[in-house]
């Protein structure tokens, strides 16, 4: 299964009940074009020995995280995934929007998906992932001048991935068709 594409990023708020151990997802948005996404997963392994062997072995996931990169970080999203402020103020004789990030920003817990293209024995199939519990952390941030090249500088951004309270840490389908991929990540995060 060769993956030779990455698409159509979406995401919601969650929201869980510990009490009854349900949970929803608020209206939810699509991100902006995907550059790249790498996911690394923890596993916690245990052995048991017993009678001078293993008797009994568990790995069970622990967290993971996702590192996504994309063409740009738009203010909506920093108010959505790191919990950022703005507030209008007057500069001159315009009025602008300025974006504030404090210490005390309370990152929420969101849903977050993508589709991945892959090519499967010769045909186009597409993966679409969601991972139903993620935190996102304020994003490292650099810049260059400008040179002979063009040299592109997009925002990269980290989040770790925990299971729900229902104990679910990642969905997924992979299907011929795009629309039905788009359909199915619509639907996780509900975006009508």
């Known amino acids: 299964m060769a993956a030779i594409g990455l698409q159509y990023s979406v995401y919601s708020p969650l929201t869980e009940n510990d009490e009854d151990g349900t949970h929803t997802y608020g209206i939810g948005k699509r991100g902006r074009k995907m550059i790249k996404a790498d996911v690394k997963i923890k596993v916690d392994e245990g052995k048991l020995f017993c009678e001078d062997g293993v008797g009994e072995a568990a790995k069970e996931f622990t967290d993971g995280t996702i590192t996504i990169n994309q063409d740009e970080l738009t203010v909506t999203m920093r108010k959505d995934l790191l919990g950022n402020t703005t507030k209008s103020i007057t500069v001159g004789s315009d009025t602008i929007e300025e974006l504030s990030s404090k210490d005390t920003d309370i990152q929420p817990f969101v849903g977050f998906g993508f589709i991945q293209t892959k090519k499967i024995d010769n045909v186009r199939q597409y993966r679409a992932v969601f991972f139903p519990k993620v935190q996102f952390g304020e994003p490292d941030e650099s810049a260059e001048t400008k040179g002979e090249k ?43």
């Open 150 to 192: 063009i040299s592109w500088q997009t925002p990269t951004i980290v989040g770790t991935i925990m299971r729900r309270n229902d104990g679910v840490w990642k969905e997924e389908t992979t299907t011929p068709s795009l629309s039905t991929a788009i359909a199915y990540i619509k639907s996780k995060a509900n975006i009508t």
